[in-house]
């Protein structure tokens, strides 16, 4: 079990999820689900692991989940986020106005700090 969760997710490689069934003795079973973070925040987990319970209670009750109807679908979220994004020719333009505006110079610093030694964690 110890495996499962520390084991490392490849990114470049499908998926990053697992979920693993394992019996802990007598009629007692567990699911183990690790998710990498570049998949699911908390918020998503959170929904993830809500409507997976949901869906596991119907099935011990010998009948499918049923899910409520989404206010909006993920192509009307798609819709929206192409016509709110402005446009490269906005970008180009905006761009244009503010390097004539600070002739060429930005004011803010553009100065990065040294990088700094990976920190390791000591297990406390």
């Known amino acids: 079990m110890r495996r499962v969760g520390t084991e490392v997710f490849d990114l470049g490689v499908a998926p990053l999820l697992r979920v693993v069934h394992v019996r802990l003795g007598g009629r007692v079973d567990g699911l183990i689900v690790v998710l990498h973070h570049a998949v699911a925040d908390a918020i ?5 692991m809500r409507e997976l ?3 596991y209670d119907a099935r011990l009750n010998g009948t499918a989940p049923t899910w409520p109807a989404l206010d909006v679908q993920y192509a009307d979220f798609t819709a ?12 180009n333009t905006a761009g244009s106005a503010r390097r004539s ?5 930005h004011p ?4 990065r700090p040294a990088a700094q030694p990976a920190r390791r964690s000591t297990g406390t």
């Open 44 to 48: 998503s987990t959170d929904i993830f």
């Open 53 to 55: 319970t949901i869906a």
């Open 80 to 91: 929206w986020q192409e016509n709110s994004r402005p446009s490269i020719r906005t970008w």
């Open 108 to 111: 803010w610093p553009t100065a």
């Open 101 to 105: 505006v600070h002739n060429g110079s």
